[in-house]
């Protein structure tokens, strides 16, 4: 059976975004394609001093990803994102940084076997609104069944979670950059 892990930004970075643009509703938080002409200018502050460089995954309001991210994940076949250009702006100095996108992952699943996981109700489902509830899950269990042989996703049920599989994992280590991606990789369980 395929595994799967949950990945987010190091919690243990000293530095990262601190903050960005309103994105309008739904936008890359949804899973679904996103208007790139109705997104604001994406310009995103960072607190990473300008002698350092930047994590290649940052989270805040939404994902930002270094250009050698998406290259590493094309070259895995993973094509479900799009991604547009962002600048990052240390905004006590004013250097400006390329090479950095919004990223949006297309897929979300409603994947998450409730009845194993436990979570705090966020917001309960409502057949005639947004079925799935949301949750904030403490320990997180998927059903293999509901994944569809996606290699990245987004859960449903919590769409900050950001779902991939273990040959993503296996290449983003593969592709590790000087330093790493600044990411941490927690291994999901799956029946």
């Not at 990262?16 to 899973?31: I, M, R």
């Not at 002698?51 to 076949?77: N, R, W, Y």
Request: net charge negative; with cysteine.
């Amino acid at each position: 059976m395929t595994k799967y892990f949950q990945i987010y930004d190091d919690y243990f970075l000293d530095y990262g975004l601190t903050g960005g643009p309103t994105l309008p509703d739904g936008s890359v938080l949804a899973g679904k394609m996103t208007d790139g002409n109705k997104l604001p200018e994406l310009v995103y502050e960072i607190n990473v001093p300008d002698d350092q460089s930047c994590p290649h995954f940052m989270t805040g309001e939404a994902v930002i990803v270094s250009k050698q991210f998406i290259d590493a994940l094309l070259s895995m076949s993973v094509q479900n994102f799009q991604s547009f250009p962002a600048v990052l702006v240390n905004p006590d100095t004013g250097k400006k940084r390329g090479n950095y996108f919004l990223f949006n992952v297309l897929g979300l699943i409603k994947a998450a076997d409730l009845s194993q996981s436990s979570f705090d109700m966020l917001m309960e489902g409502d057949p005639e609104g947004v079925d799935v509830p949301l949750v904030a899950f403490n320990h997180l269990v998927l059903d293999a069944k509901k994944i569809r042989s996606l290699k990245m996703f987004r859960l449903a049920e919590d769409p900050t979670s950001l779902i991939i599989d273990e040959t993503v994992v296996n290449g983003l280590k593969q592709h590790r950059p000087v330093g790493g991606w600044g990411v941490i990789f927690e291994a999901v369980d799956t029946l």
